[in-house]
């Protein structure tokens, strides 16, 4: 990556420390983004802190998709960044009204000194509690000052009364008309005296003539307010959100205490979820938490690891509905089994598919492990539009759930489709066939791992996977393919243009010996591979022969690694 001038001067002026506050006086508000981005770039936490804590714009967005090898800000930084943002709060200089930390959390272990959603979660919690202690001390401290100025300004209206009665009674034996111009004089003192303490009042603090002005145009507001809407009281006016957060939130049983409190009150802070991933949480504590969020910001909604049955998520699915903008739903290993036969489970089934039809903008669904075998027709024909992604691993689908969704509105609509771990047989080929023909013109992910397809029932699948012209990544891992069968799939493959990623199986030639003919996903995971390294040479040496015949050698990649492989190869370009 070539920098331009500007970043490099950028990278030069936050390396010296010590001479920030010659260029922080007098930077430009054009030239912040750069010192901010060079800062993170090269782990600078003092300059980020001193940047953002006089941020001039109003927004500020430090998460966001990043390019392909920017790493992302290390955890010193980003603490930084956060204890800067309460410090920016009392400062004048900051003018930032809403920071996005959406997508700055990595999940990516392998990088160094990056902070992943959970502990971003418990910083952001953290920081929004600490802001709020920070303003109820600050009131306390306002409070304790307006009493002692209200002594102060009582001793000394007692001490001109004292005055001016020792005076009365000091002329008290001269003649009337002396009396009379006393009384006189004493009373033109006290005018005067009350003339002038407004006077030193206001030399005395500037500042606080500005406060006791701001104040009194907050009291007209707030009357306004509670004629229309209730009374607030002094304190919850003095907490109106002053900045606007918006990140993903990360939530577990350890964390959810401290998410709960930072968005149940309110403060100078105040949070937004973008995306929300919960784990291990019941429903009663994921009803809550939907409670406390903001409606308008909510995308997406991510439930793994918790027990929530059939019951809890048709409880919790009503409750998704008014937030307006969400078109994501993932549910992993809920511990819905429907194999086994319960009472009520068909009346709580009709309520979860009510519960998905009043998600209204509703575009991904994601149902992980639930076993739902037969009733994939009941749950999505209630959504009122097409969904553009389709994940059902785990999910023990049926020639039947087939055959529906290859003949719903979801099919010429699909972009992604995860059908992995779900076992395909003869009976359910023609269905997958039809499925694929009408998305063709659609389909840019499809994932079929695990699901024990044979060297005849793949070849007998690749003319359909041949006329997917906008297929970008094919996932075919832990299916019991020979080595012919994986050259056929790699020849394919090398004819589709589009295509940037295949993760195949490794072939049963690559085995250590005594596995079963047609051996499970589970079976192929756990055994071990041959030691010597001449099959899996001869593996890899066909498949770069196919490859570079098709002359796709340098732009689709093909590998069988299920934990290295990249991602980001599937993304648009």
């Given at each position: ?11 030069e ?5 010590s ?50 090898g ?11 960044l ?5 410090r ?10 809403v ?5 700055l ?28 202690a ?16 209200g ?13 001016r009665g ?35 009042d ?27 809407n ?31 409190d ?8 105040q ?7 919960v ?71 009709q ?6 039809g ?40 049926t ?29 359910s ?16 992910q ?71 003919a ?56």
């Amino acid at each position: 990556m070539v920098l331009s001038l500007v970043n490099l001067c950028a990278r030069e002026v936050v390396s010296d420390h010590s001479s920030s506050p010659h260029w922080l006086s007098c930077v430009p508000r054009e030239l912040y983004r750069a010192l901010l981005d060079a800062a993170f770039s090269h782990r600078r936490p003092l300059a980020v802190g001193e940047l953002v804590q006089r941020w001039p714009e109003r927004t500020l967005n430090v998460g966001g998709s990043r390019r392909a090898g920017k790493c992302p800000p290390d955890r010193l930084c980003v603490q930084a960044l956060l204890l800067a943002v309460v410090r920016g709060l009392t400062d004048k200089r900051c003018c930032l009204q809403v920071l996005d930390l959406s997508g700055l959390q990595c999940e990516d272990g392998r990088v160094e000194d990056s902070m992943g959603g959970w502990s971003l979660t418990v910083a952001l919690c953290s920081m929004v509690l600490q802001a709020r202690a920070a303003a109820s001390r600050a009131h306390r401290r306002d409070g304790e000052r307006e009493r002692k100025r209200g002594l102060e300004a009582e001793r000394d209206r007692s001490s001109i009364k004292r005055d001016r009665g020792t005076v009365g009674c000091g002329n008290s034996g001269e003649g009337s008309q002396g009396g009379h111009q006393v009384e006189v004089v004493g009373k033109m003192e006290c005018r005067t005296n009350e003339q002038t303490l407004p006077e030193v009042d206001s030399v005395k603090g500037v500042r606080r003539r500005m406060e006791i002005q701001r104040r009194k145009i907050s009291s007209e507001v707030k009357s306004n307010t509670s004629s229309n809407n209730g009374s607030l009281s002094d304190q919850e006016w003095d907490e109106v959100p002053l900045l606007h957060v918006r990140a993903d939130l990360f939530i577990n049983s350890r964390s959810w205490e401290r998410v709960r409190d930072a968005l149940s009150q309110l403060g100078q802070l105040q949070l937004h979820c973008r995306y929300l991933r919960v784990e291990e949480l019941s429903a009663s504590s994921i009803a809550s938490l939907l409670g406390l969020l903001p409606q308008q910001d909510l995308l997406g909604v991510d439930l793994r690891y918790s027990s929530l049955g059939v019951s809890g998520l048709a409880m919790l699915l009503p409750l998704l509905a008014p937030f307006p903008q969400l078109h994501s739903l993932r549910l992993h290993y809920c511990n819905l089994d429907l194999q086994r036969t319960q009472p009520g489970q068909q009346g709580a089934l009709q309520d979860m598919s009510k519960g998905l039809g009043s998600l209204k903008r509703l575009q991904r669904l994601c149902l992980t492990a639930l076993r739902l075998p037969g009733h994939l027709r009941l749950l999505l024909s209630s959504l009122s539009q097409p969904l553009e992604v389709l994940e059902l691993p785990y999910l023990c689908l049926t020639s039947t759930d087939l055959a529906y969704l290859s003949c719903s509105q979801h099919a010429s609509f699909l972009r992604e489709l995860d059908l992995s771990e779900n076992k395909l047989d003869e009976s359910s080929l023609p269905s997958l066939r039809r499925l694929l023909g009408q998305a063709e013109s659609s389909m840019s992910q499809l994932s079929l791992c695990g699901c024990g397809l044979s060297d005849t029932l793949l070849g007998a699948l690749l003319p359909s996977l041949s006329c997917c012209r906008a297929l970008r990544s094919l996932r075919l891992a832990l299916n019991p393919l020979s080595r012919m069968g994986l050259l056929s799939l790699a020849r394919t493959a090398a004819g589709i243009p589009s295509l940037r990623l295949l993760l195949y199986p490794n072939p049963l030639e690559d085995y250590e010996p005594g596995l079963p003919a047609l051996p499970s996903s589970a079976q192929l995971l756990d055994w071990p591979l041959l030691e010597e390294p001449e099959s899996r040479d001869l593996t890899r040496r066909l498949l770069d022969e196919v490859m570079n015949l098709r002359g796709r050698s340098r732009d689709l990649l093909v590998t069988s690694d299920l934990m290295n492989y990249s991602p980001d190869l599937t993304v648009d370009d």
